[in-house]
């Protein structure tokens, strides 16, 4: 799979996912809320790590930038 994700759209992604995660285990989040959020804390983990997004590629966006050579 080819990248579509920048270093900072990753970070980014990891950074609100370490959020949910942590407002979910102390209780702010709860019920439903919480479940739908840590699924989607998920989905931002998975992306994170392999740095491509489905929807980018589905909306043609790409935020990782791209080398040119001299």
Do not use: E, Q
């Not at 920048?6 to 959020?19: H, Q, T």
């Not at 209780?27 to 983990?45: D, E």
């Amino acid at each position: 799979m080819k990248k579509n994700m920048d270093i900072i759209d990753r970070l980014l992604r990891g950074v609100i996912a370490l959020v949910i995660v942590i407002l979910s285990i102390t209780g702010v989040l709860t019920g439903t809320a919480s479940t739908i959020l840590l699924i989607l804390a998920g989905v931002f983990i998975l992306t994170s790590i392999t740095g491509n997004c489905p929807l980018y590629v589905l909306f043609k966006v790409n935020t990782c930038r791209v080398k040119t050579k001299n």
